[in-house]
């Protein structure tokens, strides 16, 4: 595709349940950063992928987060656990490295 | 630890006025700034970056390092302006971006 793109757009899970959240990046994009955006804050960064290592996860706020990356493209944010808190936009992005970041259309996930 | 700040939450502004959105920043290196608009129902882009020195939909920021400002202009506002503008900062070797809480903007007919 010509964009990055996240799936699914919107989840709603239960508390406690387990969640993937799926991303796309840019065919060539070697840099790939997840964020996270609460209501009525600004997105957070949670974690940057170089290839295929998360080269930078100092932004995930806790051990139930988790993202892989294994063949360099797509992309997979897993949340254990889940809590209402937890309740936010995910937001993808990708680059080239020095030029622009891209992003995606976002998941919004609801835990309930 | 660096951070934006945007101090206003919402700015409403009639057509064809001046319109300028506020961004500080702190940051103890030296910065690298953005503007990003994420209009209704659209993703996040990009809107300008301050090393380009450009002016996008008429759109133009400065930094200015002694105010550690890089607020966000332009001197006639149109309807289609109305959006979310949010300040970001650059950072680190994995160049993450650090954003502001956003801006409203809302240019009334």
């Known amino acids: 595709g010509a964009g990055v793109s996240q799936t699914p757009s919107n989840k709603v899970t239960e508390k406690g349940k387990y969640v993937e959240l799926r991303c796309d990046p840019i065919?060539?994009?070697?840099?790939l950063y997840w964020y996270r955006q609460s209501l009525g804050q600004g997105p957070e960064f949670l974690i940057y992928?170089?290839?295929?290592?998360?080269?930078?996860d100092s932004g995930l706020p806790n051990d139930r987060f988790f993202a892989v990356r294994p063949e360099g493209s797509v992309s997979t944010l897993k949340i254990q656990r889940t809590e209402r808190g937890d309740s936010a936009v995910y937001l993808c992005?990708?680059?080239?490295?020095?030029?622009?970041?891209?992003f995606g259309q976002g998941t919004r996930l609801t835990v309930v | 630890a660096q951070r934006v700040t945007q101090p206003e939450k919402l700015l409403s502004v009639f057509k064809g006025a001046p319109v300028e959105l506020k961004c500080n920043y702190s940051?103890?290196?030296?910065?690298?700034l953005f503007w990003y608009v994420q209009y209704s129902r659209q993703r996040l882009q990009l809107l300008l970056r301050?090393?380009s020195r450009e002016s996008i939909k008429g759109f133009t920021a400065d930094l200015n390092k002694g105010e550690t400002s890089f607020h966000l202009k332009k001197p006639f506002a149109q309807e289609e302006d109305s959006a979310m503008y949010y300040c970001?900062?650059?950072?680190?070797?994995?160049?993450?971006?650090?954003f502001g809480s956003g801006t409203q903007l809302t240019v009334l007919p």
């Open positions: 992005a990708s680059s080239l490295g020095t030029g622009e970041t891209f």
């Open positions: 065919s060539g994009h070697t840099a």
């Open positions: 992928f170089q290839g295929t290592g998360a080269a930078d």
């Open positions: 940051y103890s290196g030296s910065p690298e």
């Open positions: 301050h090393i």
């Open positions: 970001a900062l650059s950072s680190g070797s994995a160049r993450q971006l650090t």
